[in-house]
């Protein structure tokens, strides 16, 4: 549809820097008939069995596995990312957020509470309404379903503003949504920047709950904004997460999996293990296997079979990411391999390639060890006790993920209880259970997404009390 204001933007592919297709500019007009449309068929579609709801999204999930092939192909297009990736990751995750929410809503279940000969009390859980969910540009189809499957399954009407840097999945999702005879207006998607159409979704008087994942600066202003209007918020922001190595640990495997907490996805994630802490007496050790590693990870074309680096996901994140490597130098950083930008043959001349990077010999209250740069950048740092590891696991704003490497079973509980994040994962990375709580620490976010936490935060809960 085109926009109201007649206001297009750029979508340019990373790998290349030439154009790929235009995209609305929405504003607040478009919102505004985003709304009115989900409005429309919220009595209709709330009032659905769970069931019938769930099957639309099974649906829809099944065609995300019929078109894995060209969903996975835009998506590496659109973001920069190794084709491979959005094969093995991407696209399977988004038709298993809908699979997921669609099982989870019919085994959801409310509380009863039985008072004896006084009577009873039961739980209720309603739709909230027209539901708002913001995704990001890393994992676009991959985090724009695990926001909509829950809203949807939950029976909430969306409108849904996925990143403008990334907006071809967005895209060919609601083209299947279609397919599968989704109904008209349950899921509204507005293509535009944050200023213009997610702030006018953040500000609508009529929007009563928002999922957002984003940087923490713009999750502090929908923040800002929204308390005043006591709408439910979910937000999952930045993260400087830890990697606590013990010399107790399988160093192959500890160097394996930091070199994937590191770099996969270009470090575009914010899950990655951005700043490594080794314990002293095997950092030697540790720094022989990890850097001829590192310099493994070839730096190549998306669609490459064996890229394991591709292009950053815009030229602007670019520049900040090669600024962010000069402050590290600045702040007294030494890089042992990487720090610089990646030249390739034509047709990639023009695109934005950066080597993965790693940092020594920074204080840990530097910015580099404190601020999210969110690229393919780690600093390696030492540690000599327990309590010095989780100080410094915990000396930054953040609290989003952390990784532990022990053999020792009671050190990793101990490790693991006094980390300040909301994720800590032991001799592993990325390994995910949709059914458990997904959210952050201190500036990390608020809330929690997956499992039930996501079904029932788009629900309001209501006691009813029996008397006999």
């Not at 999952?236 to 996969?264: R, S, W, Y």
């Not at 990646?342 to 023009?350: E, F, I, M, R, W």
Request: with cysteine; aromatic share 8%.
């Amino acid at each position: 549809m085109q926009p109201i204001g007649g206001g297009y933007l750029n979508n340019i592919n990373p790998a290349t820097g030439l154009e790929i297709c235009k995209i609305p500019d929405s504003g607040a007009g478009d919102v505004e008939k985003a709304f009115l449309s989900a409005k429309q068929a919220f009595p209709s579609w709330s009032q659905l069995p769970a069931a019938a709801r769930a099957d639309y999204l099974y649906k829809i999930a099944d065609l995300i596995d019929r078109d894995l092939d060209m969903l996975a192909e835009a998506e590496s297009i659109d973001n920069g990312k190794p084709l491979s990736l959005a094969k093995k990751v991407d696209i399977p995750r988004a038709s298993a957020n809908l699979r997921f929410y669609a099982g989870a809503v019919l085994h959801d279940h409310s509380e009863f509470h039985d008072m004896g000969k006084t009577g009873f009390n039961y739980t209720l859980r309603r739709p909230v309404g027209v539901a708002a969910c913001i995704s990001p540009w890393n994992l676009p189809l991959y985090l724009f379903t695990w926001k909509v499957a829950p809203a949807l399954a939950a029976g909430n009407t969306v409108v849904a503003k996925p990143s403008e840097v990334t907006p071809l999945t967005a895209f060919l999702f609601s083209k299947l949504c279609i397919e599968a005879g989704l109904p008209p207006g349950v899921l509204n998607i507005v293509h535009g920047t944050g200023p213009g159409a997610g702030n006018a979704m953040v500000e609508h008087p009529g929007i009563p709950v928002i999922s957002f994942t984003g940087g923490t600066q713009t999750g502090a202003h929908i923040a800002r904004t929204a308390a005043p209007m006591f709408k439910k918020l979910s937000l999952e922001l930045g993260g400087k997460n830890p990697n606590l190595i013990f010399a107790d640990c399988d160093l192959d495997k500890a160097v394996k999996t930091a070199c994937l907490a590191a770099f996969t996805n270009q470090g575009e994630i914010c899950l990655c293990g951005s700043r490594i802490y080794v314990e002293k007496s095997i950092y030697a050790a540790f720094m022989e296997k990890f850097i001829p590693a590192v310099e493994q990870l070839k730096v190549g074309a998306p669609d490459a079979a064996d890229t394991r680096i591709g292009a950053i996901v815009s030229e602007a994140h670019f520049n900040k990411i090669l600024a962010c490597i000069a402050l590290a130098k600045s702040e007294g950083g030494t890089c042992i391999t990487g720090g610089k930008a990646v030249n390739l043959p034509a047709p990639h001349d023009k695109g934005f390639f950066i080597e993965p990077t790693v940092i020594t010999g920074l204080p840990p209250a530097c910015r580099t060890n404190r601020e999210e740069i969110f690229g393919p950048v780690v600093s390696v740092g030492t540690f000599e006790s327990e309590e010095e590891a989780i100080a410094l696991a915990n000396g930054t704003n953040y609290g989003l993920a952390a990784v532990v490497f022990t053999n020792n079973l009671s050190r990793a509980h101990r490790v693991a209880a006094q980390i300040d994040s909301g994720i800590v994962w032991v001799n592993c990375w990325l390994l995910r259970d949709l059914r458990t709580p997904f959210g952050g620490m201190k500036q990390s976010g608020v809330g929690r997404e997956g499992g039930f936490e996501a079904l029932h935060f788009f629900t309001e809960a209501k006691n009813v009390c029996i008397s006999y």
